[in-house]
């Protein structure tokens, strides 16, 4: 298991570290909410013996790869009822599950940790 902990440093931004700490369980951190990123944590969240941190900028997973369809549509109304169809809080995909969500940008990942702002 890793804990985390929330440092201002001296550029001042804030940043998590996420360091290791002696527990059985392994912790899998994900750095990139995309199609593969969640479908890994969604995964890997099944597994008990493993914690599971996915970091990302955007607190929304975006699927892009059908949004060509919309690309010659001329109402407004349609376009934004697809739009929203694929795009979604992470914190909803990943309720109920063991997987932390972090929303920031990793700086820094070193075999003992991973550096993230936020």
Sequence with gaps: MSSSAHIK???GLSHSV???VDDSRKHVVIVG???LGV???LQLSEDDSLKVTLIDSSEFFEFHAPLFTIAWETDLTVITNR???YTRPLSDIFEGTNVSL???VVIRVT???VISSN
């Design 9 to 11: 440093s001296a550029d």
């Design 18 to 20: 996420f360091r290791k």
């Design 33 to 35: 909410a995309g199609l």
């Design 39 to 41: 479908l890994t944590a």
């Design 83 to 85: 739009v929203k169809n």
């Design 102 to 104: 972090v929303h920031g």
């Design 111 to 113: 075999e003992e940790r």
